[in-house]
Protein backbone atom coordinates (compact mmCIF):
# COMPACT_ATOMS: atom_id res chain seq x y z
CA UNK A 1 0.00 0.00 0.00
CA UNK A 2 1.20 3.51 -0.59
CA UNK A 3 1.44 5.11 2.73
CA UNK A 4 0.94 3.66 6.05
CA UNK A 5 -0.15 0.19 5.50
CA UNK A 6 -2.21 -0.09 9.09
CA UNK A 7 -3.74 3.17 8.30
CA UNK A 8 -5.62 1.56 4.95
CA UNK A 9 -6.27 -1.66 6.42
CA UNK A 10 -9.83 -0.73 5.31
CA UNK A 11 -9.10 -0.81 1.46
CA UNK A 12 -8.40 -4.73 2.32
CA UNK A 13 -11.96 -6.22 1.11
CA UNK A 14 -12.05 -4.14 -2.10
CA UNK A 15 -8.67 -5.01 -3.54
CA UNK A 16 -10.14 -7.34 -6.01
CA UNK A 17 -11.70 -4.23 -7.42
CA UNK A 18 -9.40 -2.90 -10.36
CA UNK A 19 -10.01 1.00 -9.06
CA UNK A 20 -8.61 0.42 -5.93
CA UNK A 21 -5.61 -1.17 -7.02
CA UNK A 22 -4.81 1.39 -10.18
CA UNK A 23 -5.22 4.00 -7.49
CA UNK A 24 -3.03 2.16 -4.81
CA UNK A 25 -0.30 2.63 -6.40
CA UNK A 26 2.59 5.40 -6.11
CA UNK A 27 2.57 5.72 -10.07
CA UNK A 28 -0.39 6.76 -10.08
CA UNK A 29 -1.16 8.94 -6.67
CA UNK A 30 2.12 10.73 -7.39
CA UNK A 31 0.93 12.08 -10.64
CA UNK A 32 -2.71 12.78 -9.45
CA UNK A 33 -1.17 14.75 -6.52
CA UNK A 34 1.01 16.72 -8.82
CA UNK A 35 -2.44 17.83 -10.87
CA UNK A 36 -3.67 19.11 -7.95
CA UNK A 37 -1.02 21.59 -7.55
CA UNK A 38 -1.17 22.28 -11.48
CA UNK A 39 -5.11 22.63 -12.35
CA UNK A 40 -5.64 26.25 -10.66
CA UNK A 41 -3.48 27.94 -12.32
CA UNK A 42 -3.68 25.85 -15.09
CA UNK A 43 -7.61 27.01 -15.13
CA UNK A 44 -6.39 30.44 -14.40
CA UNK A 45 -3.76 30.61 -17.59
CA UNK A 46 -6.54 29.19 -20.09
CA UNK A 47 -9.27 31.22 -19.26
CA UNK A 48 -7.45 34.21 -18.64
CA UNK A 49 -9.12 35.76 -15.71
CA UNK A 50 -5.81 35.28 -13.52
CA UNK A 51 -5.02 39.40 -12.41
CA UNK A 52 -1.27 39.53 -13.01
CA UNK A 53 -1.03 41.65 -9.32
CA UNK A 54 -2.45 38.72 -7.46
CA UNK A 55 0.22 36.45 -8.79
CA UNK A 56 3.01 35.41 -6.27
CA UNK A 57 6.24 34.96 -8.01
CA UNK A 58 8.11 33.40 -5.31
CA UNK A 59 5.34 30.54 -5.08
CA UNK A 60 5.22 30.67 -9.27
CA UNK A 61 8.89 30.70 -9.36
CA UNK A 62 9.49 27.92 -6.72
CA UNK A 63 6.62 25.71 -8.49
CA UNK A 64 8.27 26.36 -11.80
CA UNK A 65 11.61 25.39 -11.07
CA UNK A 66 10.52 22.35 -9.03
CA UNK A 67 8.24 21.42 -12.06
CA UNK A 68 11.41 21.98 -14.76
CA UNK A 69 13.62 19.66 -12.62
CA UNK A 70 11.15 16.51 -11.77
CA UNK A 71 10.62 16.48 -15.11
CA UNK A 72 14.06 16.31 -15.69
CA UNK A 73 14.01 13.20 -12.76
CA UNK A 74 10.79 11.69 -14.03
CA UNK A 75 12.40 10.72 -17.48
CA UNK A 76 15.55 9.35 -15.91
CA UNK A 77 13.15 6.78 -13.49
CA UNK A 78 14.66 3.19 -15.44
CA UNK A 79 12.50 1.48 -16.09
CA UNK A 80 9.95 3.64 -17.76
CA UNK A 81 6.08 3.25 -17.77
CA UNK A 82 2.79 5.04 -18.26
CA UNK A 83 3.41 6.42 -14.19
CA UNK A 84 7.07 7.63 -14.88
CA UNK A 85 5.92 9.43 -18.10
CA UNK A 86 2.29 10.69 -16.57
CA UNK A 87 4.74 12.22 -13.86
CA UNK A 88 6.93 13.84 -16.16
CA UNK A 89 4.01 15.30 -18.21
CA UNK A 90 2.38 16.69 -15.02
CA UNK A 91 6.14 18.30 -14.03
CA UNK A 92 6.04 19.83 -17.38
CA UNK A 93 2.70 20.90 -16.72
CA UNK A 94 3.72 22.64 -13.81
CA UNK A 95 6.56 24.01 -14.94
CA UNK A 96 5.13 25.52 -17.86
CA UNK A 97 2.07 26.68 -16.12
CA UNK A 98 4.12 28.67 -13.26
CA UNK A 99 6.75 30.00 -15.33
CA UNK A 100 4.22 31.44 -17.71
CA UNK A 101 2.28 33.16 -14.75
CA UNK A 102 6.35 34.64 -13.81
CA UNK A 103 6.26 36.14 -17.08
CA UNK A 104 3.17 37.76 -16.83
CA UNK A 105 3.98 38.80 -13.41
CA UNK A 106 7.54 40.75 -15.00
CA UNK A 107 5.48 42.27 -18.07
CA UNK A 108 2.75 43.56 -15.88
CA UNK A 109 5.72 45.26 -12.80
CA UNK A 110 7.63 46.53 -15.88
CA UNK A 111 4.45 47.83 -17.69
CA UNK A 112 3.92 49.76 -14.44
CA UNK A 113 7.56 51.40 -14.42
CA UNK A 114 7.16 53.08 -17.55
Same mark, same amino acid.
Given at each position: ???????????????????????????????????????????? *??????????????? %??? #? /???? +? *??????????????? %??? #? /???? +???????????????????????
Amino acid at each position: YVGNPVLFQFLKPYEHIPAVKFLNNVYNTAPASKWSLSIVPLYG *VLSGNSPPEKIDMNT %SGS #L /ACTG +F *VWTIYALMIQPQNSG %SRA #L /AAVN +FCMGSVNGYKCYKKKQYLDSLKK
